[in-house]
C-alpha cells in the first residue's frame, strides 16, 4: 500500500508552511507548446534561486545491468541531458528517448518491439493491463532504496491493480511522475470584485451548482462578442470529471462489469450530463457557440478576462502573469452530491512494457528518472506535487502566492481520494471525444440533446464491444 497522509504529517507540513522552510525552486524543464485538447503543464525556467538546504541528488549507482532501453516521452520533459548524466554513472546502459507517440506506440508494440519504458496517463493503466502489456514493477520497488514502496504518494494508486477492473490496491506497474489534485479552481479576484461578488474561500468548497450561479454573473458580453467568462474546464477530461461526481454517491457512468455506457436510464449520470450541456448552452464556459477567445482558456485566465479556471496545482505555476500577478488565489475543488472529493485525472506517469529484454537497465533508468535527479528538478519547480511524500517539502513556498497555494493543496491532499476506475476496453479519450464531437452538434442545433446523448451511448458501446473483441 502507498503510504497515506496521516494528519499529524500534515500539520507537520503546514508547520513547515507557516515557517517559511519549504527549500525553492531547484529548475524546471524547457518550455512546451500550447496545450490541446489534454494538456499538460506548459514548463518554463524560473528565475535562478539558492535553495536554504542542500539536497543530495541520487543518481542509481552503475551495476552489473547492462543494454539498450528506448524510452518513448516527451522530449522536453526526459531531456538530451538526463540521458548524458545517467549515461555517465552507467557506462553499460544506453538510452535512447523518442517522442510519444500513441500510433507510433502501438505500431511498435504490433511488431513485438515496443519501448522498453513509456509515458502513460491512468486512463490508460486499466487497458494495457488487460491487453497484459505492463510489466509487474513490484519486486522493484520492493527493492528501492530510492523510491520505497511506503514512500509513495497515493495518486501511485492508479499504477496498482489486482486485476484490470480493481484499480488502486495489488502489484504496482508504473508511478507518477508528479500530479496534482485536478478539480481545483484558480480564481481571478479582479473580476469578482468588477461584479460586485465576493471572492470565494479557499478553505469551504463551492458546490458545481454555486459554479454556474457566479459564472452566470461574472460572463459578460458585447452584443454577441464575449468579454469576460465565469469559468472554464478542460473539455478533453469531461468524462473524468463526470465519473468523479457520480463516484460522490457511488454511481458511475458504466455497468458494473464495464460492458456498457450507460446514461439515459441512470437518472444520476443524465443530471451530470445535462450539468454541462446547459452550462455550455447558456454560454457560461467555453464551447464550439462560446469559444475561447485566447484559443486556449488558460491563456484567457492569464489575459485576466477568464474568472475561474478549473485546473490542477501544476497550473499555478503559470496563473500569474503581468496582468494577473498578485490576483490569483487557488480554492478547493466544488462538490456535487456535498461530499468532497479531488483527485488527480491525469496521474501521468511512467510504466514498463512486459515485453522488453531488458527488464534490469530498463529499471534502472525508470528508477532514475523517476527517483532521482530530474524528480527533484520538478519538485522544486511548482508544476506538479512530487510522486514521493519525502519530496513534499521541496514544493516552492516564498510567496505569498506560493503558500496560499499550497496550504489549499494539503488540505486537498488529505483528503486522500480513492482513484477513479477507468474502462479497460476503451483508450482514454474515446468517451469525451464521443461526447464533445455530439454535444457541439447539440449546441449548434443540429440534435437534440437526448439524440446526442443517444450517438454517444452508441459510439462508445461499439468501442467497449470492439475492445472486448480485440481481447478476445
Not at 517522442?99 to 519501448?115: I, Q, S, V
Not at 470529471?241 to 455506457?261: I, P
Not at 457557440?289 to 482558456?297: E, Q, T, V, Y
Not at 474515446?430 to 464531437?437: E, H
Request: proline content about 7%.
Amino acid at each position: 500500500m502507498a503510504k497515506r497522509i496521516t494528519r499529524r504529517e500534515m500539520l507537520r507540513l503546514t508547520g513547515l508552511l507557516a515557517a517559511g522552510s519549504f527549500l525553492a525552486a531547484c529548475g524546471t524543464p524547457e518550455p512546451t507548446a500550447q496545450p490541446t485538447a489534454e494538456p499538460e503543464p506548459e514548463e518554463e525556467t524560473p528565475e535562478e534561486t539558492t535553495p536554504e538546504e542542500t539536497t543530495e541528488v541520487v543518481v542509481p549507482p552503475a551495476g552489473d545491468s547492462e543494454g539498450h532501453v528506448v524510452v518513448m516521452h516527451f522530449l522536453h520533459e526526459f531531456t538530451e541531458d538526463h540521458v548524458n548524466a545517467f549515461q555517465d554513472e552507467n557506462p553499460g546502459i544506453t538510452v535512447e528517448v523518442i517522442e510519444a507517440d500513441l500510433t507510433r506506440f502501438f505500431a511498435m508494440y504490433a511488431a513485438g518491439t515496443p519501448p522498453d519504458l513509456l509515458r502513460v496517463q491512468a486512463p490508460s493503466i486499466p487497458q494495457y493491463l488487460a491487453r497484459e502489456m505492463l510489466h509487474d514493477l513490484t519486486p522493484f520497488f520492493e527493492a528501492s532504496e530510492l523510491m520505497p514502496l511506503d514512500d509513495l504518494a497515493p495518486a501511485n494508486d492508479y499504477y496498482k491493480a489486482g486485476s484490470p477492473l480493481s484499480v488502486g490496491q495489488g502489484p504496482i506497474y508504473g508511478m507518477v511522475k508528479d500530479f496534482s489534485p485536478d478539480c481545483t479552481i484558480f480564481v481571478y479576484k479582479p473580476l469578482f470584485e468588477q461584479a460586485g461578488i465576493p471572492v470565494p474561500s479557499d478553505t469551504e468548497p463551492l458546490t458545481y451548482q454555486e459554479v454556474v450561479d457566479l459564472s452566470s454573473q461574472l460572463t459578460t458580453f458585447e452584443g454577441d462578442r464575449l468579454v469576460t467568462l465565469g469559468y472554464a474546464f478542460e473539455t478533453g477530461w469531461v468524462d473524468r470529471f463526470m465519473m468523479n461526481k457520480l463516484a460522490e454517491t457511488g454511481e458511475s457512468l458504466f455497468s458494473d462489469d464495464f460492458t456498457e455506457l450507460i446514461i439515459r436510464d441512470n437518472d444520476a449520470a443524465y443530471a451530470v450530463g445535462k450539468y454541462y450541456f446547459d452550462m455550455a448552452a447558456e454560454r457560461l464556459c467555453q464551447s464550439v457557440i462560446n469559444p475561447s477567445p485566447a484559443g486556449w482558456f488558460g491563456t484567457d485566465f492569464t489575459q485576466g478576462i477568464l474568472a475561474m479556471a478549473q485546473y490542477g496545482f501544476w497550473y499555478g505555476a503559470m496563473a500569474e502573469s503581468e496582468v494577473t500577478a498578485g490576483e490569483v488565489i487557488m480554492i478547493p475543488g466544488p462538490t456535487w452530491a456535498g461530499v468532497r472529493r479531488d483527485p488527480t485525472v491525469t496521474a501521468t506517469g511512467m510504466i514498463m512494457a512486459k515485453a522488453t529484454q531488458v527488464a534490469e537497465a530498463a529499471w534502472k533508468v525508470f528508477e532514475y528518472y523517476n527517483g532521482g535527479a530530474p524528480a527533484v528538478e520538478r519538485a522544486g519547480s511548482g508544476w506538479g506535487v512530487p510522486a514521493q511524500i519525502s519530496m513534499y517539502e521541496l514544493i516552492p513556498n516564498e510567496t505569498e502566492y506560493e503558500q496560499q497555494k499550497l496550504r489549499v493543496l494539503l488540505a486537498e491532499l488529505e483528503l486522500e481520494t480513492s482513484p477513479l476506475q477507468f474502462n479497460p476496453y476503451l483508450g482514454e479519450e474515446t468517451v469525451a471525444t464521443a461526447w464533445n464531437s455530439n454535444m457541439d452538434r447539440a449546441l449548434t442545433g443540429e440534435l437534440s440533446f437526448d439524440e446526442a446523448l443517444a450517438n454517444v451511448e452508441s459510439e462508445v458501446n461499439q468501442a467497449i464491444q470492439d475492445g472486448l473483441d480485440r481481447l478476445g
